[in-house]
């Protein structure tokens, strides 16, 4: 079964303050691809980052960075010194074959940032 | 800006209209998804075209009839929807259903009445 879990369905900070939103995943496939995505008001979703099942490297791009961890299976994004921009809802998804090449995504994360 | 386009952006329509959603990408792209999202839910699967074939059809009603004239565009024809079929639908695609990501259209805001 392939499954994507972000136990956090809001979460409200005051501007400049950090906040990491979790993601924990769930695949039997050694091959497979996790996906970051945002979600504004307006509706669309808006890509941030792919990360490749064999690359454990971290990453970072500008206020946001990212934590990949296949031992505890988690793929957490952080954004630092957030701004009121950065509130939208936060989809973490996961893509493998053993689930047909189907997006499978959290729940989703809102996140509000307070002026 | 999104490199996928949607149209119309809002749409009411009655249970026994026909109308039809319409997107577009010209990234090469052979792989278009359909997508339903309801309020505070991740997006749902509907279909998957890859290289112009219906590739994935995850047990839609047939009152959604999607339909891939070619690679750039993609339809979704309604009839006879129910107001529980209002709902966010989006479009998406990739290069293929592998090689990803998928970028996704500002939606369709779909009320029925």
């Known amino acids: 079964a392939q499954k994507v879990t972000q136990a956090q369905t809001e979460i409200s900070v005051v501007e400049k303050e950090d906040v990491t939103l979790d993601c924990v995943y769930e695949?039997?496939?050694?091959?497979?691809?996790l996906f970051w995505y945002k979600q504004p008001p307006s509706g669309e979703l808006v890509f941030l980052i792919r990360?490749?099942?064999?690359?454990?490297q971290n990453e970072i791009s500008g206020r946001y960075s990212w934590n990949f961890q296949k031992s505890t299976s988690s793929f957490n994004f952080t954004i630092t010194a957030s701004q009121v921009v950065d509130s939208a809802v936060y989809f973490c998804?996961?893509?493998?074959?053993?689930?047909?090449?189907?997006?499978?995504f959290g729940g989703g994360t809102r996140v509000l940032v307070k002026p | 800006d999104t490199e996928v386009t949607q149209t119309p952006k809002h749409l009411v329509m009655g249970m026994t209209n026909k109308k039809s959603l319409k997107c577009e990408q010209h990234?090469?792209?052979?792989?278009m998804y359909w997508y339903k999202q309801k309020a505070k839910k991740p997006p749902e699967l509907m279909f998957v075209?890859?290289?112009?074939?219906?590739?994935i059809n995850e047990s839609v009603p047939s009152r959604f009839s999607p339909e891939c004239p070619n690679s750039s565009l993609l339809n979704l024809h309604l009839h006879a929807l129910q107001p529980e079929d209002s709902a966010l639908y989006l479009c998406?695609?990739?290069?293929?259903?592998?090689?990803?990501?998928?970028?996704f259209g500002d939606g369709t805001r779909l009320s029925i009445l």
């Open positions: 990234m090469g792209h052979r792989a």
């Open positions: 075209y890859s290289y112009e074939k219906l590739s």
């Open positions: 695949t039997r496939d050694t091959t497979y691809y």
């Open positions: 998804a996961l893509l493998s074959g053993a689930a047909g090449n189907k997006l499978t």
């Open positions: 998406a695609s990739s290069f293929t259903q592998w090689d990803q990501p998928q970028h």
């Open positions: 990360r490749n099942s064999f690359d454990e």
